[in-house]
C-alpha cells in the first residue's frame, strides 16, 4: 500500500487549494444571493460561470477523467484528495466539470460510446458546453437491486420505443441538460442482469415531461434538482444504444467504483470543512463563563471527529489505491465499505458542528444543514446501506466456507 | 405514581383520533396541495380555518389550558395523550388552537396579565381569531443562557422604547400574528436574572422590521416561520409590560414545564406515526426476494422503535404526573430528561422510518424527513441537550455532596 | 396505569433498605474475606447464614411469593422495588431466600408440584434449609430455542431414565443445592412445544457428575456456581415428574414472566449503586487541577445514567403492572423489551462507573467489575437479545398485517 | 504515506503465520491444561518454555527491537504486522520475546542505560532468561496524570531510599521477574515534569512486598499478574538511576510511542480472531430454521467488525509510519488517536463475537472473553481514553487559534 501522492497531485492539491481561498469561499455568499435576488429557484447563477471560466483557465479542469488526453489523467489516487477539496462547497464541483452525474456519464461514453456519440455528447460535456442526467431509479420499485428496473425499451424498426417513470433524475431540470442516459428493460427474456439496457435519450425528444421537482428535506436544489420523469413513446434511433442490448447492468455497475471514491471524498471534504466551523465556532462563543473550546463535551466531539475523518479517508485511499492497482473486482469489500463508513463519520461530524452552533447550525447561514441533508441521502443512494453491509459480509463469510 | 387517565381524557382521546381518521389524515395532502397551488410560500389553507370550525364545534378546542373557564380544565396527565395525537401531522395542533408559541404566550397571559391585557389579548387568542409570536432568541448571543438576552426595553415617561435583533420568532410573519411577547432588558444594574422584562408588542407598532425567513433544512415553514426581526425605536405603552419589571426570566421558566411536557408528547406523536409509517412500508415492499418486514435488520429498528417509544412516554407520563402532583420544583431533573431522551428516541424512530422508505423518505412523498427536521431543532430548541444533561448531573451531584 | 407502591410495599421498601445499610452492606468485605481466607473458593461464609437468620426473623423472607400463605403474598408491582433493592449486592437475594433459581424452581413446585411434591421439596426450600438448581441449558444445542433440548426421559417400568449433558446450572456446585429441575425430552414424537417435561431429580442420585465449572470471564462464582453436568443413566421415580409428561416447555415459559420483573429490577439495583459510586469516586478524584465532578464528561456520563435508569425502570413497572392486571399474555411485548433495555441501561452505567474508577474499577476493590459480568450474561441467558427483538417485531408488524 | 511491508516483513509475516499454525494454536488448550493440572495459579507452563526455545531456534526473536544488532532491525511499519499476528493468542507475545512490560523495558534500558545497566539487566532480558516489570501507577492517585506520581526516592549517601505503594504491576509476582524499574519523585522541588526519575530495583531487594493479586474481571493472570506491592525504605545503589535524576517523565513518555503501535496491532490481531470466531460459529450453528451465517442482524455485525478493522489497521500503520518518519512528537495526535479508536473497535468485534457464541463466549470455552477484558482494561491503561481525547481536541483547537 503506498498512498504517496505524485508530484503532479501535489501540485494540482495546491492550486486548488488556492482557486478555493481565492475564487470559491469569498462567492459563496455571492452564488446564494444571485439566485435569492433572481426571484427564480432554478436560476444559474453567472457567478458559476465565471468560476468555471476561471477554472478552465487555469486547468483545473475534468480532473477526474483517467485518460491523459480528455481529462486530467490521474490515477484514483491522484484524483482523491482533489475530489475531497472540492466536496467543501456543495457547489464547487461543477466548477471544475467534475459534478455528478456528468463525470459518471463522460466515463460511460468514454468506455463504451461510439465514436460518434463521443463526438456528440461527449465532447460538449468535457466542454462543459452542456450538461446531462441520468435516468435509473423509478418510484414503484426497488431500486437498490438493479434487476427491479421495469421501464421498456422496445424494439421498433429502426428505433426503441421508451417507456417509463423516473425520479431523482439530477440535473434533468437544468435547461442546460441536453442529454440523458436512460436505463430500461430490452431483453426481458434474459438472465436477470442481462435484461437491461442503457440508451442515450437527447433531452429535447418528444415524449419527456417533468412531472415535478423532488425535495430532500426543504431543498430542491434548484437547477441542479432531482425531478421526477414521464417518458411516454419516446422514439430514440437504434444507434444511440450505450454500447449495445443488455449490457446496462454491467455498465451501470462500471461506473460505481470510481465514483464511490468520488462521492466518498467530497463527503471527506464536507466533514473536513464542518470540523472547521465547529472549531472556529467554538473559539468565538461562550457559554456559562467558559469559551465553548474549553469545554470537554465539545472537545470529545473535536477529537472523536478528527478520529473518524482520518480513519474514513485512509480506507477510502486505500480503496482507490486497490482499484488503480488491482481493478474494481479485488476493492469490492472496500467500495461497500467506504459507501457506509465515510458518510457515518461526515454525519457525526456535521451533526456535532451543527450542534455547536445552535439554531444558526440548522438554517441557511451555515452550510452545514445542506451538507446534513446531503450526507443523509448517501446513506441511500447507489443502494442503501444495509444492501452493501449484507454484500460485505456474504463475502467475508465466503472465504470461510 | 398513577398514570391512569381520566374518564374525561379518555373520551377527548377517542374524539381526537376519530377527528384524525376522518378529518386530518385525509386532508394532508390536500393541506399540501393548497399551497402550492396558491403560488404563495405564506399561503394560510382555507381547510386550516374549515377545520378549526369544525374542531371548536365538537369541542375540540383549548385542551391544553388547565383552566376549566378558559380551557378544557385537564391536568398535564390527562392533556398529554391529547398532545400526542395531535403531533402526528405537524400542522394539526393549530386545528385545535393548541399550537406553540401561541399556548404558551396564553398560560403567560393567564398567568401573568392583567385583566386588560387578558381582554384585549387573551380572549382573542382563545377564540383564534389572532396568532401571536414570542420574540427571546437572538442571533448574537448564546441564548441557551437567558441572561445573555442584550435587547434593550428602556424606559421613557409613559413609554418604553424598545430595540433589539431577534430570530426564531415563529409565527412573526403570519399576517393574523398581531402581538407578539418581547423579551429584553429593563434593569441591566439588577443582578442576572431580574434584568429581563416580557413586554406586549403589537405587531403593526412602527419600528418593527420582518428582515427575512429563516430555514431549518430548506424548509421556511410558510405562514408558521420563524423570521428575524428588527426592532428599532419600537414606542409601547407602560401597561403592555407584563408582570412587572425584572421579571422576564422568571415568566420564560414558568412556560418552560407544561410547555416540555406539550412538545414532549407531540414528538411522541410523530414517532408513533413514523413507526407505523416503517412498519406499512416494510409490508408493501420487497428487496432480494423478500418483504422487507421479514428482514432481521428492519425488525430489529422495528422491535427498537417500539422500546424507545414506550420508555420516552412513561418518562414524560411521570414528568407530567410529577409537576400535577408535585410542582415543577420537584420535576426539574425530569423535565430536563425528558428534552433529551424524547426527541432522541424520535429521532433515531424517524431517521429509521426514512431509511425503511429509500430516497421516497427524504422527499416531501411522506411527512418524515419534515419530521426529522423538526426533531433535530428540539435538540437545539429551549436550550442545547448538552445544557439539559449538565443540569441533570448538577442536581444528581449535589444529592451526594 | 397505576405505580402507586401499597402501605405493604412501602413499609417492607424502609425495612430491606435499613437491613442493607445496618448488615449487609458492612459486610460486604467480611464475605469475600472469608472465603478468601478459607482457602476454598466453594466455601459458604458464614456471614451469609447469620444474615439469613436475622432476615428471617425480620420477616424479610419469601418477599417474591406472591402466595399470601407461603410468601409475602406481593404482587409483581410491590414486589419490584424490593428486588431492585436486593441487587445492589450480587450475593444479598439469597439473604431474603429470594435468589434465582430458587426463586423460579420454588414458583414452579407452587404452580405445578403434586402435594407429595410441596411437601418434600417446597416445604425446605421456603425455609431455606435447602437449596436447587435447573438444568435446561445444554453445551450442544441452541438452547434459546427451547425445542432444540435433547436430553432424553426415557420412561421404564416405574422410573424415567435420564441421559444427557447440561450446563451453565448454577447452585448445582454447592452441597446444599438437594434438589434439580430437569427438563428433556420424554416424548420426542409429539408436536415441538409438547415434547419435553420437567423432572424432579435429587442431586445424590447415582448417574450425576459434576464436570467441571463453567466460568464468566474469570469469575466462576463460588458456592452459586454453573458447573457443567453429565446424566448417565439416572434412575427416577415417575411421581417425581411436573404436571405430566409434554408441559416441560409450558413450565418454562411460565416461570419466565415475574422472573423477568426479578432480574431486571435487581439490574436496576445494580444500575442505581453503580451510579452512586460513579458520583462518588467523581467527588473524591481530581486530574488535570479539576475534581471529576466538575468535568462535562463525567457529567454527561452521570445524567445519562440517571436518564437510562428511569426509563428502565418504568418500563419495568410497567410490565409488572400489566402481568398483575391482565396476565402475562398481555404483556408479551413488555416481557421482551425490559430484557433488552434494562441491561443496554445497567450496562451503560456500570461500564462509565468503572471509566470514572480507573484500573480499580476492573478489580476486586469495587463491586463493578462483578456487576458487569453479571450484566454481560444478562444479554444471553433466557434467550439472546436478539431472539426478543425479533419476537417484538413480529408481534408489531402483525398488529399491521 | 507508504505502508508497504519491506521482504523482510512480509517474510517474518510468513513464518510467524506458520508458527502460529504448526505450534501456538495447536497448543492453546494445553497451556490451559497444565497450569489447571498443576494446581498452582501461578505456574508457568513448561509448553511456553518449550515454545521460546522453537521461537529463537527460528530467530523469530526480539522482533520488536528496532537495533539490528541487538534485535530484529524492524522500522515500526514493518514490525507493525507481526505484532498483530503475536495478538492473537493473549500468551503468545512472550513466546517472542515480545511481551509487555518486557519490550518497553528493553527499549529503556537499550535508549537511557548505562553499559553496566546494559550489561547486567539488559542482555539477559533480550536473552529471555529473565524477565521484568515497571512500578509506575499508584493506587491513591490518578496517575493518568504522570505529575501525580507520590512515591519517594530519596538520597542518601550513595544510595536511594525508596518508599511507596505501587499496583497493576504486571510480571511482579513471576519469580522470573528480577528487576523493576520503578518510577517516583526524587527532585520535588523541581518543575512538575521533572521531578520524578526511573530506578532500577533487584526484585530480591529486602523491603519490597508483593501485598496481593490485583484482579481484572476474576482473571488474576497467573505468572503474568499484576500485584500491588509495597516498598518500604527499599535501599538502592545510586548508579541504578536511569539516565539521571528528573528524567522520569520523559523516560515514560519516550515507551508510549511504540508501545502504542505494539499494543494497538495486538488489539487489532485480537479482533481478527474474534472477527474469524464468530464466521466459524456462524456457520456451524442454526436458529429457528436458518443458519446464523444467514441472518441479517449478524451480517450487518461481521460487516461492520470488517469496517471497524481495516480503519484501526490503516490508522495504526500510518501512525507507525509518521513515527518512522517524522518521529514521535510529529505523530502525536495519532497516537492518541490509535489509542482510543483501536480499542473501541476490537471491543466492538469482541463484544458481537460473544454474543454469537451464546453463554460459551463468555466461559474458558473460547478466548473472546479474556479478549473482552484484555480490550476492557485498554481503555485505562495508558492514560483512560478521555484523556488521549482531550489532548487531541487541544491539538486540533490550537490549529485554529
Chains 1, 2, 3, 4 share one sequence.
Not at 414503484?140 to 431523482?168: E, H, L
Not at 467558559?290 to 480503496?319: F, H, M, N, Y
Amino acid at each position: 500500500m503506498d498512498f504517496n501522492y505524485s508530484e503532479k497531485s501535489l501540485d494540482l492539491q495546491k492550486r486548488l487549494h488556492k482557486f478555493f481561498e481565492e475564487h470559491i469561499y469569498p462567492n459563496e455568499q455571492a452564488y446564494d444571493l444571485e439566485i435569492e435576488e433572481s426571484g427564480n429557484s432554478l436560476h444559474i447563477p453567472q457567478i458559476l460561470d465565471k468560476l468555471k471560466d476561471l477554472a478552465k483557465a487555469e486547468g483545473l479542469w475534468n480532473l477526474f477523467l483517467p485518460d491523459i488526453e480528455y481529462g486530467a489523467g490521474l490515477t484514483n489516487v491522484e484524483y482523491a484528495p482533489l475530489a475531497e477539496i472540492t466536496g467543501k462547497v456543495w457547489w464547487a464541483p461543477e466548477v471544475f466539470n467534475c459534478s455528478a452525474p456528468d463525470t459518471g456519464n463522460m466515463e460511460v461514453l468514454y468506455d463504451f460510446g461510439t465514436e460518434e456519440q463521443k463526438e456528440e455528447w461527449l465532447k460538449p460535456l468535457l466542454e462543459g458546453s452542456i450538461r446531462s442526467c441520468f435516468a435509473m431509479t423509478e418510484p414503484d420499485v426497488a431500486s437498490s437491486d438493479a434487476t427491479n428496473i421495469s421501464s421498456s425499451i422496445v424494439s421498433k424498426g429502426d428505433n426503441y420505443i421508451i417507456n417509463g417513470r423516473k425520479w431523482w433524475t439530477s440535473n434533468a431540470i437544468n435547461p442546460r441538460a441536453k442529454i440523458c442516459i436512460f436505463m430500461g428493460v430490452t431483453n426481458p427474456e434474459n438472465a436477470p442482469h442481462q435484461r437491461q439496457s442503457q440508451i442515450l435519450v437527447p433531452m429535447d425528444t418528444e415524449g419527456i415531461s417533468i412531472l415535478r421537482p423532488m425535495q430532500v428535506y426543504g431543498y430542491d436544489d434548484g437547477y441542479t434538482g432531482h425531478p421526477e420523469l414521464l417518458f411516454e413513446n419516446v422514439v430514440i434511433p437504434k444507434k444511440n444504444i450505450i454500447g449495445g442490448e443488455g449490457l446496462g447492468f454491467k455498465i451501470a455497475q462500471a461506473r460505481l467504483g470510481p465514483g464511490r471514491i468520488h462521492h466518498c471524498m467530497r463527503a471527506i471534504g464536507m466533514a473536513e470543512r464542518a470540523l472547521e466551523l465547529m472549531i472556529n465556532r467554538s473559539l468565538s462563543r461562550e457559554a456559562f463563563g467558559k469559551q465553548l473550546a474549553d469545554q470537554g463535551v465539545i472537545q470529545e466531539w473535536i477529537a472523536k471527529s478528527r478520529i473518524k475523518i482520518e480513519e474514513a479517508r485512509l480506507l477510502t485511499l486505500k480503496t482507490a489505491w486497490l482499484i488503480d492497482t488491482y481493478g474494481k473486482e479485488e476493492a469490492k469489500i472496500e467500495i461497500s465499505s467506504i459507501k457506509v463508513t465515510v458518510v457515518e463519520a461526515a454525519s457525526y461530524v456535521i451533526d456535532k458542528a451543527i450542534q455547536t452552533h445552535g439554531a444558526m447550525g440548522l438554517s441557511q447561514d451555515t452550510p452545514l444543514a445542506k451538507m446534513a441533508a446531503g450526507a443523509r441521502v448517501l446513506r441511500i443512494a447507489d443502494g442503501p446501506d444495509e444492501v452493501h453491509l449484507r454484500s460485505i459480509a456474504r463475502r467475508e463469510i465466503n472465504k470461510h466456507r
